[in-house]
C-alpha cells in the first residue's frame, strides 16, 4: 500500500511563504492527478490545487490563484505546494492526496499551516 506524508507545515506571518512537500513510499499504479486539499476548522475538505499526470496542467481554486504553485519532481515521486503571500484564511490542515484510475484516492495524514495576521 502506497503512503503519502506531507511535510513543511508551520506557524507564519500575514505575507509569509511556506512550501509544503509530499512524499510518497511508491509509485501509485494508474495516476491520474496529484492534489492539495485543505481542511478548516467547522468547514468541509476543499480542493486547493490540482497537477494532472499526464500532461502536467495544473488548477487552483480561484482563492489561492495567483498565491499558490503545485509541482512535482517524478523522479523523486515529491509533489510541492508553494504557498505565498498567505493569509489568515488559508489557515488549515493541508492533505496530500494521489488519486489513481484504478485504485481510487490515497491521502496523507495532513499538516497543519497557521497564518497570522
Known amino acids: 500500500q502506497v503512503q503519502l506524508k506531507e511535510s513543511g507545515g508551520g506557524l507564519v506571518q500575514l505575507g509569509g511563504s511556506l512550501r509544503l512537500s509530499c512524499g510518497s513510499s511508491?509509485?501509485?499504479?494508474?495516476?491520474?492527478?496529484m492534489n492539495w486539499y485543505r481542511q478548516a476548522p467547522g468547514k468541509q475538505r476543499e480542493l486547493v490545487a490540482s497537477?494532472?499526470?499526464?500532461?502536467?496542467?495544473?488548477t487552483y481554486v480561484d482563492a489561492v490563484k495567483g498565491r499558490f504553485t503545485i509541482s512535482r519532481d517524478s523522479v523523486s515521486n515529491i509533489v510541492y505546494l508553494q504557498m505565498n503571500n498567505l493569509k489568515p484564511e488559508d489557515t488549515a490542515v493541508y492533505y496530500c492526496?494521489?488519486?489513481?484510475?484504478?485504485?481510487?484516492?490515497?491521502w496523507g495524514q495532513g499538516t497543519q499551516v497557521t497564518v497570522e495576521s
Open positions: 492526496n494521489g488519486l489513481s484510475n484504478l485504485m481510487g484516492d490515497y
Open positions: 511508491g509509485r501509485i499504479i494508474s495516476l491520474r492527478s
Open positions: 497537477i494532472d499526470e499526464d500532461d502536467g496542467t495544473t
